[in-house]
């Protein structure tokens, strides 16, 4: 069964576009519950980390630049089918291909300066979201934290 939560961030180029409160608009009324949200500027280690799986491939560094260029947000959404729906939502990666009326087709400027990030599976959704949140936040804000784990141990 797939999960009801998954990571989004509003990176910094739409933040500072002025994008971000349009861009939760449009989440919401996708049927998105916003569960969660914090503005927060990443530090290189911390963007380095959270994007460990591209180490290494030639866009990296200036990935890891662009993310600590200023702040963005990380929010926790929730609705049935979370990771694909949002994605959906998104646009694909390279806002050239991405289908009109997406976030990406939008507010996206070029594949690396792309607007949104999404998780992309069950698990790393898991991962991500509490590479940015804590139990304690989640549970606070409401959140089913049981779901997660069931995500965890499926
Ligand atoms: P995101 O969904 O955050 O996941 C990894 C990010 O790396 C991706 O969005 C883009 O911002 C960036 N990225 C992926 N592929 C490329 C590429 N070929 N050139 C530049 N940036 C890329």
């Given at each position: ?54 180490n290494g491939k030639p866009f990296f560094d ?93």
């Open positions: 069964m797939s999960g009801r939560h998954t990571l989004m961030l509003i990176k910094p180029n739409a933040v500072k576009n002025g994008y971000a409160q349009k861009i939760f608009l449009e989440v919401a009324e996708a049927g998105f519950k916003i569960l969660a949200v914090k503005k927060l500027k990443l530090s290189k280690e911390e963007a380095e980390a959270f994007y460990y799986v591209h200036s990935l890891v630049e662009f993310m600590t260029s200023g702040a963005i947000y990380a929010a926790v959404i929730e609705k049935d089918n979370a990771v694909a729906d949002w994605r959906k939502l998104m646009g694909a990666t390279d806002p050239a291909k991405a289908e009109e009326g997406t976030i990406r087709k939008k507010y996206a400027e070029s594949m690396q300066h792309n607007a949104v990030h999404g998780s992309d599976s069950d698990e790393n959704a898991l991962n991500e979201i509490f590479f940015y949140f804590s139990a304690r936040e989640i549970v606070n804000a409401g959140g089913k934290l049981m779901q997660l784990h069931e995500i965890s141990n499926k």
